[in-house]
């Protein structure tokens, strides 16, 4: 048996890791764009030196070769045609019996201006990116981010280190705005503010401007201010990693379509982690990768675990999770807690945590993702809520072990 996986990020690695312990004999095939593997939330510490490419992996050095795994990075998908059962590049097409795809997602560079052409924008999804930053840096003074999102603050915190003016460009009245509300992301502002970062909120990027090389030099908004610049990194929004499969009749649009087993349309063809558009996070798509791979070696496992709103904040020292949902319904019931160095919100609704935001001391927050996950009413405990625990839901079971008592 032949397994061929696309990607090499969590979902992918995981895969490869588990075929192989289920099947000792089976040929295994892992490609990647990247020429090595890395930690991609890792990325920005390579900007700014704190890092060099090497210590980002996530495997061991000898991870393909101690498990016998084809490694071939640097390689470019450019079709997949299940009739052939053959991924193809442009040098030629191997075959498979069975096929993982794990290629992640890629930047989305708005279509205004010279953004997708200049010589000096960036997005942050590679490493080829986080060097061509740091590259670029080094001549730099101004840089212009667009987007507040964390993959924009990481690279804005970056730059900042190395002593660089940036202005950060936010369409929504706040950073972070998936995950926090204007209570704890403010705490953020301040920190990057103090630091030396500008933020332009409310805004969008309508025009640009560039010198006669193809670099460019200012970027205007919508309010018809200018902001002067030499290097701009782009990080408002990704999409699923799945142009390669325009003609293969994989269904995707972009995510892929897939099966509570990680299957697709075709038998033979599984994918997981974010080119599925399912939860995005780490743990997540090593889940996916785990059960696709199950699922490619006979076994008949499904994923359950759907639930993707979580999100872990770290800069400056200041350390907050966003778990569930980020904004009240009408009905909710909103509890917040705070003193001069911790903030907790939780949103009640039907006598259930459906969110919760921990920030400054985020200890005891699996207890909180399991409320929300299992739906377990609070309501019927008498007792303050920030006094909840793990034993106020539990009792033990005929043979004395702890239970959810819901």
Known sequence: MKHIIIGAGAAGLTAAKTIRALHHSDEIVLISEDEQVISRCMLYKCINGERDPVSISFVPEDFFIQRGIQWLGGKRVTNVSPAMKAVCFDTGCIGYNKLLIATGSEVVIPPVGTLRTANNVY??????????????????SGAVVIGAGLVGLDAAYSLLDMG?????????????PLSLDEKSAGAYQDRFEAAGCKFRFGSKVVGTAEDADGNLTEIHLDDGSVLPCDLVVVAAGVRPATRFLGTSGIVHDPAIKVDGFMSTNDPDVYAAGDATGLSGIWPSAMRQGLVAAKNMC?????????FAARNTVNFYGLQTLSVGEREPAAGDTVVVREDSSNYKRI??????????????????????LYLIKENIRIDAVNKPIWKLSFADFCAFDGAGEYRWAV
């Open 123 to 140: 997005g942050l999804r590679n490493l080829a990116d986080a060097c061509g930053i740091r590259n670029a840096a080094m001549q730099a």
């Open 164 to 176: 660089k003016q940036v202005t950060i460009v936010e369409m929504q009245p706040q950073l972070i």
């Open 298 to 306: 006979g076994q008949h496992i499904e994923y359950t675990d759907r």
């Open 347 to 368: 949103i009640l609704r039907d006598g259930c945590v459906k969110g919760v935001i921990l920030q400054g001391d985020i200890s005891g927050s699996g207890f909180w």
